[in-house]
């Protein structure tokens, strides 16, 4: 309920003025606010108003990755130019885009066919983004993990810290100590396990690095006609494409009480489009260790990072929290039947 009024709030930024959408020669019927964005109707047919919250070269990038991608794989979003032939139009000191709007319903991860073409259209995607470069380098991944995972095991050492001086322990503190030393130890795990692995050279082979979407949430997974679209390229990074299929798996898993079954359906149907080596098996393997979700709730606690109420973090501690046997059993039977 929290988030549906932070977008609400963020929406309330926007400028809809119809001087902004002559800049893009579109005549607007109606805008419907969805998510943090509008959707516009058009004498042009359905659009997406995006506010940018980011910088020009950074939303370049995007436009780069997604006009490259679509010369093999064509079901991404399509920018729509301004009367200057710009992706963007500043307005009122607000950076603004326009996209075609994408067809499709938001991708069910507990559909065992939306998840198998989901799987199948991401490994096309992947196929599609190979061999693309950048200028920006905050956007290459490549090689930095290992010392990611380091950094972090620091900062759980420090949240730590934090919690234990509290001298009025909240029940999130509670809880978050009687865990902290498990979620730790995993994190030097997954490091250790990297370190073993084939993970440095496999960051040097052209063939195994591509354009991560790397925010693959429901929504941002359309299906139609039995095809998977994507959408929302925001946090687009360069990297090994088994980092993208980490991403996919812990956002489906967690809901399913890390179901093997549903594991193998997206390893399955990615590899029908997309060779998945045993040395890729290993590095996932070492990267789904990693604690992802324990880390993220416990950072966004006590950093603040979220404006949360108290009972929204302990919520999503004690879900998180409640399924470390299931975890467990999931990493097991992974390493068992794949590597």
């Known amino acids: 309920m929290f988030d549906r009024y932070k977008e609400k709030e963020y929406l309330t930024k926007y400028d809809l003025c119809i001087e902004l959408f002559n800049r893009f020669n579109l005549t607007v019927y109606d805008v419907i606010p969805v998510r943090g964005v509008y959707i516009v109707s058009t004498d042009k047919g359905d659009k997406v108003l995006k506010r940018v919250e980011y910088t020009k070269e950074e939303l370049k990038f995007i436009y780069n990755v997604l006009t490259y991608i ?77 010392d990611t995972f ?95 299929l980490c991403n996919f798996i812990n956002k489906v898993l967690k809901n399913f009480a890390f179901d093997i079954e549903k594991f193998n359906i997206i390893i399955e149907n990615y590899c029908t489009k997309n060779n998945l080596s045993n040395r890729e098996l290993e590095v996932l393997h070492a990267m789904l260790t990693f604690p992802e979700d324990f880390y993220t709730i416990s950072k966004d606690y006590y950093t603040r990072r979220k404006d949360w109420d108290e009972s929204v973090f302990l919520d999503r501690l004690k879900r998180k929290s409640n399924y470390k046997e299931d975890r467990q059993e999931f990493l097991e039977k992974f390493k068992d039947n794949r590597i």
């Open 150 to 244: 380091k950094r972090r095991i620091q900062e759980m050492e420090f949240f730590k810290n934090i919690a234990s001086i509290h001298e009025k322990k909240s029940e999130f503190d509670s809880i978050f100590l009687n865990n902290v030393d498990y979620y730790i130890d995993e994190i030097k795990k997954s490091v250790s396990m990297l370190e073993e692995s084939f993970y440095y050279k496999l960051c040097s082979e052209e063939d195994k690095i591509v354009v991560c979407h790397h925010d693959l949430a429901y929504h941002n997974i359309l299906i139609n006609n039995e095809e998977a679209y994507f959408i929302d390229f925001d946090y687009a990074i360069i990297d090994l494409k088994v980092h993208d």
């Open 70 to 146: 679509k010369n093999k794989y064509s079901r991404v979003v399509d920018f729509i130019k301004d009367v200057n032939g710009e992706i963007y139009t500043i307005w009122n000191g607000n950076m603004y885009c326009i996209m075609d709007m994408v067809e499709g319903k938001e991708c069910n991860f507990n559909n065992p066919i939306d998840l198998s073409i989901t799987s199948r259209g991401l490994a096309e995607l992947h196929s599609a983004s190979e061999g693309f470069k950048t200028s920006l380098y905050n956007k290459y991944n490549t090689g930095k993990l290992i």
